[in-house]
């Protein structure tokens, strides 16, 4: 889609240029292929951290969660400022092609570091490491990410585009993340002689840092470098007010206090706390309740890459259909019964055992089940994800109309605030919840109570029932559709339009 770009409006960036280049399926990709530095940071938090730090390292399950937890409320102190300088940097690369472009070493080199620890250190120290790690990588990674996040509401105002946009994004986080997951079980974390459980293979970790790291690196350029032909088009700032701090705290607050961001924020609050909890235990659960081996669970991994697929075809189809909140708040409760129905049906005795296998083929009956229920899962919550951070996206407009500024930085980067925070909350919860079941830590899958291990499902799915059921809740208040928003760019159309005749009136 091309757009036309109203003469002085505060959307259109330098308008001598006239229409922006077409945002074809080349940019999208390009745009979205960043994405893949968020997607691996992203599992590697929630998907190993927690295991690696507790079972590998040997710390205390509950300290190790405390302290990702305590990092992540510090980190997100920066965020709001990074969102804030992103919007209002001036620069002939414009305001957030610097900031990608400067994100890409440090975020290598910090997450490098977290996979590989010194050795010989006692407790305490192992424990602030991590903490000052994990802060530096979240802070890195969101000079990227914000920006980059940003720049989904500028590449396009329209209503159905947005989700096509914001679908690359998620597919490439997604198959970033996920086929680096699936070489760490099927590639790095094998059973050794000095590793025979290959959960716990330190060597594999390690090396799982150095290619994450090349991958995030290369991720970040390619994206900043196939979005770069953009920058003149893409809004600038506004003119410098001279703002002191007290007055620029004030601009953010009535900027952050809009309803509908109000409305997404507290969504994404009560999502992110179930989605830490959840991804941190999703190993626990796969080695220990369904005492799968790490092949057979990489093999469940497997099922992302069509859920993500699959979801970034539908969540478009579904926004010219049915509306982004209606259709994204029916897929996520939608995602979570489904997500639930294995633990439920094992737990009442109508699931096979996990011994039990297919034939004489070697292949437990469970896992065709799990990956058929996975897949499903993942379309609906990952088509869900998108069409939420697509209203997040329409918010921009609605909040300059308001205003008279546009704050995409700044929102995005509060929205990565709130959810890291409450993330590594999830982290400190499903610590928690391990602790309260009183799960030992370095046991071989066999050495678990059989009590212990269905308790952990017992507390599991009621916490994520309540998360996400108060998620939902906040989502009904929500009141942008596609018809206000396109009443809206209309409004600021014609305000721009007016704003530049009142400047060429007065040209002599």
Same mark, same amino acid.
């Given at each position: 889609?091309?757009?036309?770009?109203?003469?002085?409006?505060?959307?259109?960036?330098?308008?001598?240029?006239?229409?922006?280049?077409?945002?074809?399926?080349?940019?999208?990709?390009?745009?979205?292929?960043?994405?893949?530095?968020?997607?691996?940071?992203?599992?590697?938090?929630?998907?190993?951290?927690?295991?690696?730090?507790?079972?590998?390292?040997?710390?205390?399950?509950?300290?190790?969660?405390?302290?990702?937890?305590?990092?992540?409320?510090?980190?997100?102190?920066?965020?709001?400022?990074?969102?804030?300088?992103?919007?209002?940097?001036?620069?002939?690369?414009?305001?957030?092609?610097?900031?990608?472009?400067?994100?890409?070493?440090?975020?290598?080199?910090?997450?490098?570091?977290?996979?590989?620890?010194?050795?010989?250190?006692?407790?305490?120290?192992?424990?602030?490491?991590?903490?000052?790690?994990?802060?530096?990588?979240?802070?890195?990674?969101?000079?990227?990410?914000?920006?980059?996040?940003?720049?989904?509401?500028?590449?396009?105002?329209?209503?159905?585009?947005?989700?096509?946009?914001?679908?690359?994004?998620?597919?490439?986080?997604?198959?970033?993340?996920?086929?680096?997951?699936?070489?760490?079980?099927?590639?790095?974390?094998?059973?050794?002689?000095?590793?025979?459980?290959?959960?716990?293979?330190?060597?594999?970790?390690?090396?799982?840092?150095?290619?994450?790291? /090349? !991958?995030? *690196? #290369?991720?970040? $350029?390619?994206?900043?470098?196939? %979005?770069?032909?953009?920058? +003149?088009? @893409?809004?600038?700032?506004?003119?410098?007010? /001279? !703002?002191? *701090? #007290?007055?620029? $705290?004030?601009?953010?607050?009535? %900027?952050?206090?809009?309803? +509908?961001? @109000?409305?997404?924020?507290?969504?994404?609050?009560?999502?992110?706390?179930?989605?830490?909890?959840?991804?941190?235990?999703?190993?626990?659960?796969?080695?220990?309740?369904?005492?799968?081996?790490?092949?057979?669970?990489?093999?469940?991994?497997?099922?992302?890459?069509?859920?993500?697929?699959?979801?970034?075809?539908?969540?478009?189809?579904?926004?010219?259909?049915?509306?982004?909140?209606?259709?994204?708040?029916?897929?996520?409760?939608?995602?979570?019964?489904?997500?639930?129905?294995?633990?439920?049906?094992?737990?009442?005795?109508?699931?096979?055992?996990?011994?039990?296998?297919?034939?004489?083929?070697?292949?437990?009956?469970?896992?065709?089940?799990?990956?058929?229920?996975?897949?499903?899962?993942?379309?609906?919550?990952?088509?869900?994800?998108?069409?939420?951070?697509?209203?997040?996206?329409?918010?921009?407009?609605?909040?300059?109309?308001?205003?008279?500024?546009?704050?995409?930085?700044?929102?995005?980067?509060?929205?990565?605030?709130?959810?890291?925070?409450?993330?590594?909350?999830?982290?400190?919860?499903?610590?928690?919840?391990?602790?309260?079941?009183?799960?030992?830590?370095?046991?071989?899958?066999?050495?678990?109570?059989?009590?212990?291990?269905?308790?952990?499902?017992?507390?599991?799915?009621?916490?994520?029932?309540?998360?996400?059921?108060?998620?939902?809740?906040?989502?009904?208040?929500?009141?942008?559709?596609?018809?206000?928003?396109?009443?809206?760019?209309?409004?600021?159309?014609?305000?721009?339009?007016?704003?530049?005749?009142?400047?060429?009136?007065?040209?002599?």
């Amino acid at each position: 889609m091309t757009e036309a770009v109203a003469p002085g409006s505060a959307m259109s960036g330098l308008t001598a240029l006239g229409p922006r280049p077409r945002i074809g399926l080349g940019t999208k990709a390009l745009y979205g292929f960043g994405s893949i530095a968020f997607g691996i940071k992203d599992n590697g938090f929630r998907v190993f951290l927690l295991l690696f730090y507790n079972q590998v390292i040997g710390l205390p399950a509950s300290t190790v969660a405390i302290a990702i937890g305590v990092a992540t409320f510090v980190d997100c102190l920066i965020d709001p400022w990074i969102g804030q300088l992103s919007d209002n940097l001036r620069s002939r690369w414009g305001r957030r092609h610097p900031f990608m472009y400067g994100s890409a070493i440090p975020v290598a080199l910090s997450f490098l570091l977290l996979w590989n620890p010194p050795t010989g250190w006692s407790d305490p120290a192992l424990i602030a490491y991590l903490a000052v790690v994990v802060v530096v990588v979240r802070t890195f990674i969101v000079l990227y990410e914000i920006p980059s996040s940003a720049m989904s509401a500028e590449l396009s105002t329209d209503y159905n585009e947005r989700s096509a946009i914001l679908g690359w994004r998620y597919f490439f986080a997604w198959w970033g993340g996920l086929t680096l997951t699936v070489i760490m079980f099927f590639v790095f974390l094998q059973p050794t002689a000095e590793y025979p459980i290959g959960q716990l293979n330190r060597d594999g970790y390690a090396l799982y840092g150095y290619v994450g790291a /090349g !991958l995030m *690196f #290369v991720s970040i $350029l390619v994206s900043a470098a196939g %979005t770069h032909r953009f920058i +003149p088009w @893409l809004p600038q700032p506004a003119p410098d007010r /001279g !703002l002191t *701090f #007290v007055q620029t $705290l004030k601009e953010m607050g009535s %900027t952050l206090s809009i309803r +509908p961001f @109000l409305v997404i924020t507290g969504v994404g609050l009560f999502a992110a706390v179930a989605q830490g909890v959840s991804f941190s235990l999703a190993f626990y659960f796969s080695t220990y309740f369904w005492e799968l081996s790490s092949t057979w669970t990489g093999v469940l991994v497997l099922d992302s890459y069509i859920s993500s697929a699959v979801a970034l075809i539908a969540a478009p189809m579904l926004t010219k259909r049915s509306g982004k909140k209606k259709a994204g708040a029916v897929l996520l409760a939608a995602s979570v019964v489904i997500g639930f129905l294995p633990l439920v049906l094992r737990l009442i005795g109508f699931f096979p055992d996990n011994g039990d296998m297919i034939g004489d083929t070697g292949i437990p009956q469970i896992v065709p089940w799990l990956f058929l229920d996975g897949v499903v899962r993942g379309i609906l919550g990952i088509t869900a994800a998108i069409l939420i951070t697509a209203m997040l996206a329409d918010v921009v407009e609605y909040s300059e109309e308001r205003t008279g500024r546009r704050n995409e930085g700044l929102f995005f980067a509060f929205t990565s605030l709130v959810q890291k925070a409450v993330s590594g909350i999830g982290v400190m919860v499903a610590g928690l919840i391990l602790t309260i079941v009183a799960f030992p830590m370095g046991a071989k899958p066999s050495e678990v109570p059989q009590e212990v291990v269905t308790n952990l499902a017992l507390v599991y799915i009621p916490v994520i029932m309540v998360l996400y059921g108060a998620a939902l809740g906040v989502m009904t208040f929500y009141n942008i559709t596609r018809e206000s928003h396109q009443e809206t760019l209309r409004t600021l159309a014609a305000k721009a339009q007016a704003a530049e005749d009142v400047v060429t009136s007065q040209i002599p």
